[in-house]
């Protein structure tokens, strides 16, 4: 079955650290990958998403991810952690276009400490 | 910006007893999901629905569930006899056709005593 590996549970970085949070996949079939980000008490919200085209993704508050195929990994970057990005993030695959399930990893909590 | 909403953020149910969880998807959307994430695991997919029926399923989503669009807005999950490990964060999602990128809800905490 295909799968999503996020590395590491919990990454705690210090307030102006790089940030990086690691997503692989099970499958060379070219995918569509996502990260969701989830505040404490609230819903998963869109980060950004890799479906064709450019390999480095754009997201939003400041966060990019790069698509490498050959490393079939979708790490989540950003340069310098803020407090307010403490959360929950979770690496989400489809293998095939249109309206079909997305499979998660098992998410990765980030810790900013001042 | 138009967003999913969820009804109600919490629920607490004795065991055996049916839960209904309504979601109102983003308006002009036409594909409509059910996850599901228990303390602790993933966020897994239960059921994708369109054009008043279930286009796909995974094994977790067995008799005991059901889906609905009861009218135009609202897309409605519905556990007939809970059990307790039914306890679980259930999100509702939704896209347009032909898009991958699916819009979540804030989720619903279920929890079967």
């Known amino acids: 079955a295909q799968s999503v590996t996020q590395l590491g549970s919990h990454v705690s970085v210090s307030e102006g650290a790089l940030v990086l949070l690691r997503c692989n996949y099970s499958?060379?079939?070219?995918?569509?990958l996502f990260w969701y980000v989830q505040y404490p008490n609230q819903g998963l919200q869109l980060l950004l998403k890799?479906?064709?085209?450019?390999?480095l993704v754009k997201g939003i508050n400041g966060f990019e991810a790069e698509f490498k195929k050959s490393e079939t990994s979708f790490h989540l970057t950003k340069p310098s952690a803020h407090m307010s990005d403490a959360a929950e993030y979770f690496c989400?695959?489809?293998?095939?276009?249109?309206?079909?399930?997305?499979?998660f990893g098992k998410g990765t909590r980030l810790s900013v400490i001042a | 910006e138009p967003e999913v909403t969820q009804t109600p953020s919490h629920q607490v149910t004795q065991m055996g007893q049916e839960v209904i969880l309504r979601c109102v998807p983003i308006?002009?959307?036409?594909?409509f999901y059910w996850y599901r994430q228990i303390l602790g695991q993933k966020v897994e997919f239960l059921v994708s629905?369109?054009?008043?029926?279930?286009?796909?399923k995974s094994e977790i989503f067995d008799d005991q569930f059901s889906v609905e669009r009861p009218d135009g807005s609202n897309f409605t999950l519905k556990i007939r006899s809970t059990k307790l490990e039914d306890s679980a964060m259930y999100f509702c999602?939704?896209?347009?056709?032909?898009?991958?990128?699916?819009?979540f809800g804030p989720g619903t905490r279920l929890l079967v005593l």
């Open positions: 890799y479906t064709t085209g450019a390999t």
């Open positions: 499958s060379s079939v070219p995918p569509y």
């Open positions: 989400a695959v489809s293998w095939n276009s249109g309206n079909t399930p997305l499979v």
């Open positions: 308006s002009n959307h036409l594909y």
């Open positions: 999602a939704s896209s347009e056709q032909g898009s991958e990128t699916q819009y």
């Open positions: 629905f369109y054009n008043n029926e279930i286009s796909e």
